[in-house]
C-alpha cells in the first residue's frame, strides 16, 4: 500500500516540470492539506432503513508551505480553495465510491494560524494564506450548506469558478431571471433535508460493512496551483460509520496519509497520466490475480483527479485471439440505464460513456473482466468527454493482458464436457506450467498433442483440432474426486519458443463419437511464446 502511494507521488513529481497549466502562477504557489479527519453523522432521509441515505461531513487542515501568498477570497469572489469529497469502500477486493458527486466547498477565510508548513509570516485573519500559515476547516464548517455548491461548476485543472450564474447566484430555490445571474449572492434553503448537499451515501451501500473497510477523501484545489505541487493535495483516511436505532455514527480511524483513497486498495498498482499542458490527469489503480482455470482477473478503478474534460471512454489492448469473459463495470449512479457500454474487437476491450454519463472530476469508476491473456505493461487510454485545449485523448501506463500463453481453439462435446486449459505461463524456466484438465469427477480421459493443427469435423458438433499426421499421445488420465486432473508441462531455461496443440478424449457413455468418446476443446500452447500469437 505504501508502495503504491510512493509510486503515485514518483510518477506526480516526475511529470510535474512538464505540466504547467495556462494559469499557473508559478512554483512558489503551494497550497497543502496536512490532515483531515472528524468524520461526523448530519442525518437520514428517505424510506425505512436501509432504503434511505445519510449526510455525513468531514474535517480538513490546510497550509501553505510555499513561498508565495494564497488567495482566500470569499464567495462570491472567485479566487479562493475549493474543496472535493469522497467516500469508497472495499468489497470483494474492489474499491468503489459509494457517495454521490458531493457538492464541494468554497473556502472563505484564512485564520492565518501559527504553522505547520513552517513559520506563519502574518497571523492575521485575512482573505490570504500567509506563507507558513495553517487554518482548519471543521466538519460542522464543511458542512455549511451556505458554501457547498456543485463540482460541476469547478475547472478541477485550472482551478476557476465562476460565480455569475452559479449555484449561490442562482439561489436554491432558484430566484429566476434577473436575480439568478446578477451575480449576488442568492439565498440557499435546505428545507428541513439533513442530507441535501452534504455528502451523500445510500444506506444500501453501508449494510454488513465490515470494519476498516470504508475510506473518505478530501482534495484541495487552488486556482493557479502548478500541478508539480499537487501532491500534498489529496489526503485519504479511514472511517467508520455505524448503525444505531434509525440512526448512525460515525467516527474516524487509522491515520490521514497523502494520496487518493486507491492507495488503500492492498496490493494494486497506481499510475497518473494527462493531457500534457492543456487539461488533467487520471489515476488508474489495477490489480490482476489469477490464473483460475486458466483465466487471470484483472480489475481496474479509474479516478478522475482534475481532468476538466471528462473522461469518455476506458479502452485497453488485449491479444486478438484471447479469450475474454465477464466483463463488468460500476459507476457511482447505480442506474443501468446510463451505464457504459463494453465491447471486445480488433484487439481492443473499449467501455463507452454515454453522452450524459462521462466520468467527470472527483468520480470513480469500475472496470473489470477475466481473460486467459496474461499481464504485461502496457498503456490505457481515456479519450476525452468534451471539446477544449489538448489531445482527444489521455494515455496512463498501466498493466494490460497482452501475453498469450495459450489460444483457445474451439469447444468440444460430448456429456460431460471436459475442458482444457493453461495453469499460467509457459515461460522458459517454469517448471511448474501444466495443461489443467476439468470435467466431472472420476472422468477419463485420453489426453493428445500435435505440432500441427487441424479443424476436421469428426461427428456432429465434433471438431478434431490436432494434425493427425503430427500427432502423439501423452497418455490415459483420470480426473480426482473435484473434477481435476494435469498434464505437467515444464519448460526448460533456454527452451526455443514452440507451438504445441492440445486435445483430449474421454470416455463418455454414448458418446457422439462411437458412441464412446467425446472430445474436449483444442488448445494451443504457445511453449516460451511472448507477446500476442
Not at 448530519?42 to 508551505?65: D, H, I, K, Q, S
Not at 467516527?251 to 497523502?258: K, P, Y
Not at 457511482?332 to 462521462?358: C, F, H, K, R
Request: aromatic share 10%.
Amino acid at each position: 500500500m505504501q508502495k503504491s502511494s510512493c509510486l503515485v507521488l514518483a510518477i506526480a513529481a516526475i511529470c510535474g516540470d512538464m505540466l504547467a497549466q495556462s494559469n499557473s502562477r508559478g512554483a512558489g504557489y503551494d497550497g497543502a492539506l496536512y490532515n483531515i479527519g472528524s468524520a461526523t453523522y448530519y442525518g437520514r432521509r428517505g424510506a425505512a432503513y436501509p432504503g434511505g441515505e445519510v449526510g455525513v461531513a468531514f474535517m480538513n487542515a490546510l497550509c501553505n508551505p510555499g513561498s508565495m501568498t494564497l488567495e482566500w477570497r470569499a464567495p462570491m469572489l472567485e479566487d479562493h480553495p475549493k474543496f472535493s469529497f469522497m467516500v469508497a469502500k472495499l468489497v470483494g477486493d474492489r474499491m468503489i465510491q459509494i457517495s454521490d458527486w458531493s457538492y464541494c466547498k468554497h473556502a472563505f477565510l484564512s485564520l492565518n494560524d501559527p504553522g505547520t508548513c513552517g513559520t506563519c509570516s502574518n497571523t492575521a485573519s485575512a482573505q490570504q494564506m500567509y506563507v507558513g500559515c495553517s487554518d482548519v476547516y471543521a466538519a460542522s464548517n464543511n458542512a455549511d450548506r451556505n458554501y457547498l455548491a456543485p463540482p460541476a461548476e469547478i475547472d478541477p485543472w485550472l482551478g476557476t469558478w465562476n460565480h455569475t450564474g452559479s449555484y449561490f447566484d442562482r439561489g436554491d430555490p432558484d430566484v429566476g431571471s434577473p436575480g439568478n445571474t446578477d451575480g449576488a449572492r442568492s439565498t440557499i434553503n435546505t428545507g428541513g433535508d439533513p442530507v441535501k448537499n452534504r455528502v451523500t451515501i445510500k444506506e444500501a451501500d453501508l449494510v454488513g460493512i465490515p470494519t476498516g473497510s470504508l475510506f473518505f477523501e478530501i482534495q484541495v484545489v487552488h486556482a493557479g496551483e502548478p500541478a508539480q505541487n499537487r501532491d500534498n493535495n489529496i489526503m485519504s483516511r479511514p472511517f467508520n460509520l455505524t448503525r444505531t436505532t434509525n440512526s448512525w455514527s460515525a467516527s474516524t480511524s487509522g491515520s490521514a496519509t497523502h494520496g487518493s483513497l486507491l492507495t488503500r486498495w492492498p496490493g494494486a498498482s497506481l499510475s497518473m497520466g494527462g493531457n500534457g499542458n492543456d487539461d488533467g490527469r487520471f489515476l488508474v489503480a489495477v490489480k490482476v490475480t489469477g490464473p483460475t482455470n486458466g483465466l487471470w482477473h484483472y480489475e481496474y478503478a479509474v479516478q478522475n483527479i482534475d481532468n476538466s474534460r471528462g473522461g469518455a471512454s476506458f479502452r485497453l489492448p488485449v491479444c486478438p485471439t484471447g479469450n475474454v469473459t465477464n466483463v463488468g463495470f460500476r459507476d457511482i449512479d447505480q442506474n443501468s440505464l446510463n451505464d457504459w457500454t463494453a465491447t471486445v474487437s480488433n484487439g481492443e476491450i473499449a467501455w463507452m460513456a454515454p453522452s450524459n454519463n462521462p466520468q467527470n472530476w472527483n468520480q470513480l469508476l469500475n472496470f473489470w473482466f477475466d481473460s486467459d491473456v496474461a499481464p504485461i505493461a502496457g498503456n490505457a487510454t481515456i479519450d476525452q468527454a468534451r471539446i477544449g485545449a489538448g489531445a482527444l485523448s489521455v494515455s496512463v501506463a498501466t498493466t494490460v493482458p497482452g501475453l498469450q500463453p495459450s489460444v483457445y481453439l474451439g469447444a468440444g462435446c460430448g456429456t460431460p464436457g471436459v475442458e482444457l486449459r493453461a495453469n499460467g505461463v509457459p515461460s522458459a524456466g517454469n517448471a511448474a506450467f501444466a495443461v489443467q484438465i476439468t470435467s466431472a469427477p472420476n472422468t477419463g480421459v485420453f489426453a493428445f498433442y500435435s505440432f500441427g493443427s487441424a479443424n476436421v469435423g469428426v461427428a456432429p458438433g465434433c471438431v478434431q483440432f490436432l494434425d493427425s499426421q503430427l500427432l502423439g499421445t501423452h497418455g490415459f488420465l483420470l480426473t480426482d474426486g473435484a473434477g481435476n486432473a494435469s498434464i505437467p508441462l515444464g519448460v526448460p531455461a533456454g527452451f526455443a519458443p514452440m507451438d504445441l496443440y492440445w486435445q483430449a478424449a474421454s470416455l463418455v457413455t454414448g458418446g457422439p463419437i462411437y458412441n464412446t468418446f467425446g472430445l474436449s476443446n483444442g488448445l494451443l500452447v504457445r511453449l516460451a511464446g511472448t507477446g500476442c500469437q
